[in-house]
Nanobody, 124 residues
Framework: QVQLVESGGGLVQGGGSLRLSCAAS????????MGWFLQAPGKEREFVAA????????YYGDSVKGRFTITRDNAKNTMYLQMNSLKPEDTAVYFC?????????????????WGQGTQVTVSS
């Protein structure tokens, strides 16, 4: 069983920061990739970042590279997304996802397990 719970979303001013957490439970995640995706109203889900659970190798979408940092704490079964220099266009629901590792880590259809999402709102 794989269960994912996001937290840390909220309202922040442009230029501010938030730290999202994704708590994973029920098993170990060796051989998995975990990622963050965003979905704005009326738009499809988009890749934000991903990390391999074993080596901690990060991947980033172009829109967040240099601003966001993805990390994971294997001992706590928790993944984090540090979001800096936030912009109003970052406003969306952010979802945590997990799957056995594959090369399509930026494709939401490659993930079997999803959290419920956490709202991030960036004001002007």
């Amino acid at each position: 069983q794989v269960q994912l719970v996001e937290s840390g979303g909220g309202l922040v001013q442009g230029g501010g920061s938030l730290r999202l957490s994704c708590a994973a439970s029920g098993r170990t995640y060796s051989g998995y990739v975990m990622g963050w995706f965003l979905q704005a109203p009326g738009k499809e889900r988009e890749f934000v970042a991903a990390v391999t659970w074993g080596a901690g190798y990060p991947y980033y979408g172009d829109s967040v590279k240099g601003r966001f940092t993805i990390t994971r704490d294997n001992a706590k079964n928790t993944m984090y997304l540090q979001m800096n220099s936030l912009k109003p266009e970052d406003t969306a629901v952010y979802f945590c996802a997990a799957n056995k590792y594959n090369s399509n880590y930026d494709d939401p259809f490659a993930y079997d397990y999803w959290g419920q999402g956490t709202q991030v709102t960036v004001s002007s």
